[in-house]
C-alpha cells in the first residue's frame, strides 16, 4: 500500500518550469502563515509520526510550497495521510501552521479535480464524515463496512485484511455493533457543520 522509497530520494526530477509563486503566496494567506520564514531544518518531519508513510514528508510539501510546485504538492500523498495532529507546528522553531497548510492542500486538491495520491484515504475521510452526518458522531463498525464498500476496488484481500483485529476487538468491548447516537438536537448541529457539499467532491 505504501511506497518503500520516498519521492524526494527518487531519481525523477521536479519540473521546476511549473512554479507557480501566485500559488504560494495564495497558500500563505489562506493558511495565516509565512512559508518563507521555514528554515528546511526537518523538525516537523522529525516529529512526524506518520513521516514514514508519506512521499515527501511536512518539509517536503513545504519546500514544494515555497517554490510554488503547485502540481506536484496537490497530487502528493502526504497531504492525505497527516492526520492533523499539529505536531509539525508545535516542534517548528518558526510557529509555521503547516497543518493549515495540509489542510488548504487537500480542499485545492479536491476543488482542482487533480489526482489524488492516495485514493482509498480519501475514500476513508469521506466514509468519516458520512457517518458522523448519520449519528452525530462516528460509528466505527459503520465506517469500516462503509470505507470497505467506497474501496472495493482494492480487491478481496482489503476487503478481508481487518476482519481478524476487528472480531478480537468486539469480543473485548472496544467495537460497538450498534452505534451510539446524540440528541437529535445535537445531530442536526453537527450535520449544519459538516456540509454534504465536501462528500460529494
Known sequence: MYPETKKLSSREPVNMNESDLAFA?????VAGTDLNACLTCMSCSGGC??????DYGPHGIMRLAVLGLKREALTSSTIW??????????????????????????????KEKVHVGDLPLLEF?????WSVRRHGRSSKVELMGHHKLLTLGSGPKAWFQDAILGTKMILMGKLHLLPSRLMARGVSQVRKIVSGEWLDM
Open 25 to 29: 503566496q495564495k497558500i500563505g494567506e
Open 81 to 110: 495521510r497527516c492526520v492533523g495532529c499539529h505536531t509539525c507546528a508545535a516542534v517548528c522553531p518558526m510557529a509555521i501552521n503547516i497543518a493549515g497548510v495540509m489542510d488548504y492542500l487537500r480542499e485545492e486538491c479536491l
Open 125 to 129: 475521510h469521506r466514509a468519516f464524515l
Open 49 to 54: 509520526p506518520m513521516y514514514s508513510y508519506m
